[in-house]
Nanobody, 127 residues
Framework: QVQLVESGGGLVQAGGSLRLSCAASGRTFSSYGMGWFRQAPGKEREFVAAISRGGGKTYYADSVKGRFTISRDNAKNTVYLQMNSLKAEDTAVYYC????????????????????WGQGTQVTVSS
C-alpha cells in the first residue's frame, strides 16, 4: 500500500493556472502507474490523466487534452498535474491514485483500475 497526499488546490479565475502535486510514500514509487481523477458535486468520479511507471507515456481525458499536463519525478516520489486555461467546469475535488501490476509503459484510465487514493484537493475556478 502507498500513502498519497495531494496539495496545490485552491481558487483561481477562469483562464488561470494551478499545479497540483501528489507526494507518495510507503512503496517504491516507480513500481506503480499514477493517475489523476476529479469529482464535482453530484457527479461521479472521472478520469483526468494518467502516466506510466517511468513517465514515458501519458493519457488524457478529451476534456482536458491540450490544457493539462501530467508528469512525475520518481526521485522525489511525486506526481504533478499542471492545469492551464482553467474553466469553471474544471471545478472539482482532484484525487491522485496509484495502480499496481502495470507494465512499464502502460497507462490506465479506469477508476476501478486504481488501488490506492489520496484524500483529494479542492480546485475552484470562478467565471
Amino acid at each position: 500500500q502507498v500513502q498519497l497526499v495531494e496539495s496545490g488546490g485552491g481558487l483561481v479565475q477562469a483562464g488561470g493556472s494551478l499545479r497540483l502535486s501528489c507526494a507518495a510514500s510507503g512503496r517504491t514509487f516507480s513500481s506503480y502507474g499514477m493517475g489523476w481523477f476529479r469529482q464535482a458535486p453530484g457527479k461521479e468520479r472521472e478520469f483526468v490523466a494518467a502516466i506510466s511507471r517511468g513517465g514515458g507515456k501519458t493519457y488524457y481525458a478529451d476534456s482536458v487534452k491540450g490544457r493539462f499536463t501530467i508528469s512525475r519525478d520518481n526521485a522525489k516520489n511525486t506526481v504533478y498535474l499542471q492545469m492551464n486555461s482553467l474553466k469553471a467546469e474544471d471545478t472539482a475535488v482532484y484525487y491522485c491514485a496509484a495502480t499496481y501490476g502495470s507494465s512499464w509503459y502502460v497507462v490506465r484510465p479506469g477508476v476501478d483500475e486504481y488501488d490506492d487514493w489520496g484524500q483529494g484537493t479542492q480546485v475552484t475556478v470562478s467565471s
